[in-house]
Each structure stands twice: as C-alpha cells, then as structure tokens.
C-alpha cells in the first residue's frame, strides 16, 4: 500500500498523559498536514508541514499539540496533559503540489479517546 | 477567515433518483474546491476538484460538480444514485495556489435505500 499511513489506528489512554500519533506520507510528497475530526464535523485544519519546516502552527489548538517532521518524512502529534475534550480522530494528509493546484491525500487516521 | 456551508446534514433518497447536495463557501479571492467522500470504515477520498477552466468538473463514480463564482457556491449533482454511494460527503475550499490547509464543511450524510 502506496498511501498516506497512520500509527496507531486507535488509542485511549488516561486523562492527563501524553500521546504520539505517527503519520508516514505518500513518498514523494513534500507536504505534510494534520487535522482533527470530531463527530459530526468537517476534519479541521491543525499545521502543515514542507519538508522538515512547520509553515503554519497557528491553528494548533493550544499549546499542549505539537508537531514535528525532523527530516521531512514522516511526522508525529503530540498531544501532553490529555483532557477529555481532545477526543477525537486525527487524521493526516500529504501533498506534492504543483504551481496552480495542491490535491491532498488523506491517510485512515487515529482515533483518540481519553477516559 | 474562509467557510463552508453545507446545508444538507442528512440527505436519503432512493436508488436511482437524482442527487444534489449543496456547498457554499465564504472567500472572495482565488479558491481551489472539492469534494471529498467518506464511505463506512474508510478514510476520505477526493471525488472530484475545480481549480481553473470549465466550471463544471467530473469526478469519479458518476459524480460531478458545478462551480457557480457569483453565487460562491460549489454543488454536488449525481443524476442516479446507487446503494453504494452512501456516505459521508464533505465540501472543502483552500485558497487559489492552496498552500495552507483545507476548510472543510460539516458533511452530509447520505443514505441510499435500495
């Protein structure tokens, strides 16, 4: 399978403790994106990612997400101090664009559920 | 700030009657659209995109869509439905050249019976 791949495909843990989510993009795509889906809802943009250097952060959700793409590959979320409120599924996507358009590829995402 | 509306949230129809659901976004400048499907237990797939050129756009499955820029809206028609297009459908919209991420609408969801 030549896709977007997720790891775990589904976690739950305790309020409180810290979780990493990996996301391995298509590989040759140079961009590399994280959302977060709630139930009910469209999948809402979190940062992007060309190549190692992190673009857009801002709509990270607060200071507890991170993220990281140390040599441009693969990327991981990290979320610390868990709250009931960041379950959800976090779903990952991957891009190689070209001047006019950016079609982005999504992987099976990882659901979160903290108890 | 970019957003879409979808305003159908559950839509059932009956196999082979015709489709279309609604998608508006809010953007003045440059936008690159689509339309992504969700069918049970799989991630999202991209049915179909309008980045430049004909305003109506073909996908796959049958599915195409028509990009109306006066009326900020994107919608999207399949003429016979079948009992396997029951899914989640989401708009989204990025700005023309769409380096930052996708704004997704709500989803509709979409039940064919047979």
């Known amino acids: 399978d030549t896709g977007v791949s997720q790891d775990p495909r589904h976690k739950i843990t305790k309020r409180g403790q810290n979780v990493t989510f990996r996301c391995d993009p298509i590989s040759e795509h140079n961009r590399l994106y994280w959302y977060r889906q709630t139930l009910g809802q469209g999948p809402e943009f979190l940062t992007y990612?060309?190549?190692?250097?992190?673009?857009?952060k801002s709509r990270l959700l607060s200071d507890r997400f991170s993220a990281e793409r140390p040599k441009g590959s693969f990327s991981t979320l990290e979320i610390q101090r868990t709250e009931q409120g960041d379950s959800a599924m976090y779903l990952c996507?991957?891009?190689?664009?070209?001047?006019?358009?950016?079609?982005?590829?999504f992987g099976p995402g990882t659901r979160l559920t903290v108890l | 700030a970019q957003s879409v509306s979808q305003h159908n949230h559950h839509v059932i129809l009956s196999e082979a009657a015709s489709l279309e659901l609604g998608c508006n976004y809010s953007y003045g400048g440059t936008v690159n659209l689509f339309w992504y499907v969700q069918y049970p237990g799989q991630h999202l797939q991209l049915l179909l995109k309008y980045f430049s050129g004909d305003p109506l756009v073909k996908g796959i499955k049958g599915f195409e869509a028509e990009f109306i820029k006066s009326k900020f809206s994107f919608n999207l028609r399949k003429p016979s439905v079948q009992w396997s297009d029951t899914a989640e459908y989401f708009c989204a919209v990025t700005e023309g050249g769409g380096a930052d991420g996708l704004t997704f609408g709500k989803g509709t969801h979409l039940i064919i019976q047979p």
């Open positions: 990612f060309q190549n190692e250097a992190q673009l857009e």
């Open positions: 996507a991957s891009s190689f664009p070209s001047l006019y358009y950016n079609e982005q590829f």
